[in-house]
Every structure is written in C-alpha cells, then in structure tokens.
C-alpha cells in the first residue's frame, strides 16, 4: 500500500518560514501530478499548491508569491516552502497524490501541523 509521510511542520512566529517534506512509498510517484492541501480549525480542507509530473506549478491566490511546490523525483519527495508566514496559514497540512484522476487527489498523508504566532 502506498503511503505518503509528512514532516517539517512545527510552531513559527509570523514572517518566518518553513519547509515541509512528504516521503511517498510508492513506485509511480514522478509519472503523475502531486498537491498540498490544509485544514485550517473549524474550517474545510482547501487546496494550496499542485506540482505535474513535469515541474508545473499552481497555486492558490493566498499563497501565490510566498509558498513554492517542488519535487525530487529521484527521491520520491514533494516540498513545500513557505516564506512570509501568517497567522492564517496555520493549519494541518496534507499531502496528496492524483494517481487515477486528474481532478481530485486518491491518495493522502496523514498531515502535518503548522501553527504561526503573531
């Protein structure tokens, strides 16, 4: 079964950074699209960025210019950076992988916190 593990999460002060990491078990991981989601308290999870298997990003307008999707394929791993952190980035953030379809993520990690002080 193919398992995707986060790490990186952690408690920063507003305008810091951080970059999360995501270790995926499987065997096809650089032949499709790769994506960060968070949940924020109280609230639904919501996209944050898309990387293809080619290194074509896109973002949600929130983080656009502060947060970068990469990937190493070699490795298996997806990234997060985030710069400029705040407050309402606090959220768990998950990895997730779009192996059968194009529109939805079908498989997830099991998250990772983040919480940003003012």
């Known amino acids: 079964q193919v398992q995707l593990v986060e790490s990186g999460g952690g408690l920063v002060q507003a305008g810091g950074s951080l970059r999360l990491s995501c270790a995926d078990s499987?065997?096809?991981?650089?032949?499709?699209?790769m994506g960060w989601y968070r949940q924020a308290p109280g609230k639904g999870r919501e996209f944050v960025a898309r990387?293809?298997?080619?290194?074509?990003?896109s973002y949600a307008v929130s983080v656009q210019g502060r947060f970068t999707i990469s990937r190493d394929n070699a490795e298996n791993t997806l990234y997060l950076q985030m710069n400029s952190l705040k407050p309402d980035d606090t959220a768990v953030y998950y990895c997730?992988?779009?192996?059968?379809?194009?529109?939805?993520?079908?498989?997830w990690g099991q998250g990772t916190q983040v919480t940003v002080s003012s």
């Open positions: 997730a992988g779009f192996r059968a379809t194009i529109t939805m993520p079908d498989y």
């Open positions: 499987g065997r096809t991981f650089g032949r499709h699209d």
């Open positions: 990387i293809g298997a080619r290194g074509g990003t």
